[in-house]
């Protein structure tokens, strides 16, 4: 069964500081896509990535960052210089790429993440 | 502008009365699901659709029911409501390749008296 955690409850930090939300899966497909998504106070669901199980490569889009280890299980998000906007619950998910998880995202528990002005 | 709306938005209801909440896609995405949002359990599917008269349980189905008899609607219904079904409801659709970025409607927040 797949599974996604996220570990971090809450963080809380100060504009202008860097901030990592962990994110670790479980799953025993061999192809499958991991996802995260940003939540803001108004509540819709912000698709920010996609990566397949076979690209390992870290991703860089703009303040934003991506670890992705196989070895660890994990896809790890960073964000550079914090700014207050970027206060939000951030989600982690996982699709398994066939059988009866077809299409289904398996998320994490979110990470609320505050920045203070 | 390519889009997934729900309706309602807002809906405080109370114990056993019918409702139904609408998804509509106009993006002629073949795959919708529903998904229900809960403080400190992310968010879990209810049910899923591949395609037209295709729909099939998710994670958390029971007191749920769902139809697709067009490509672009996929309603939630709740035949008796209860109180431990107050959460916030997100439709979501993709085109149903498999990693396929998934699309949310903006969401519908239910409380049940």
């Known amino acids: 069964a797949q599974k996604v955690t996220q570990a971090q409850t809450e963080i809380s930090v100060v504009e202008k500081e860097d901030v990592t939300l962990d994110c670790v899966y479980e799953t025993r497909d061999t192809t499958y896509y991991l996802f995260w998504y940003k939540q803001p106070p108004s509540g819709e669901l912000v698709f920010l990535i996609r990566r397949n199980s076979f690209d390992?490569?870290?991703e860089i889009s703009g303040r934003y960052s991506w670890n992705f280890q196989k070895s660890t299980s994990s896809f790890n998000f960073t964000i550079t210089a914090s700014q207050v906007v970027d206060s939000a619950v951030y989600f982690c998910a996982l699709s398994e790429a066939g059988g009866t998880s077809y299409g289904k995202l398996t998320f994490g528990q979110g990470t609320?993440?505050?920045?203070?002005? | 502008e390519a889009q997934v709306t729900q309706n309602p938005r807002y809906l405080i209801t109370v114990t056993g009365k019918k409702l139904t909440v609408t998804c509509s896609q106009n993006m002629n995405h073949e795959y919708m699901s529903w998904y229900r949002q809960?403080?400190?359990l992310g968010l879990r599917q209810i049910y899923y659709s591949m395609n037209v008269e295709v729909t099939d349980k998710g994670d958390v189905p029971?007191?749920?029911k769902v139809s697709r008899k067009?490509?672009?609607?996929?309603p939630l219904i709740l035949e008796s409501p209860s109180p431990?079904?107050?959460s916030l409801y997100f439709c979501a659709s993709s085109l149903g390749l498999e990693g396929n970025e998934q699309f949310f409607g903006p969401?519908?927040?239910l409380t049940v008296l």
């Open chain 1, 56 to 58: 390992e490569q870290n």
């Open chain 1, 112 to 117: 609320i993440l505050t920045v203070h002005p």
């Open chain 2, 38 to 40: 809960d403080p400190g």
């Open chain 2, 62 to 64: 029971e007191g749920y």
């Open chain 2, 70 to 74: 067009e490509k672009r609607n996929f």
């Open chain 2, 84 to 86: 431990n079904q107050t």
């Open chain 2, 107 to 109: 969401g519908t927040r």
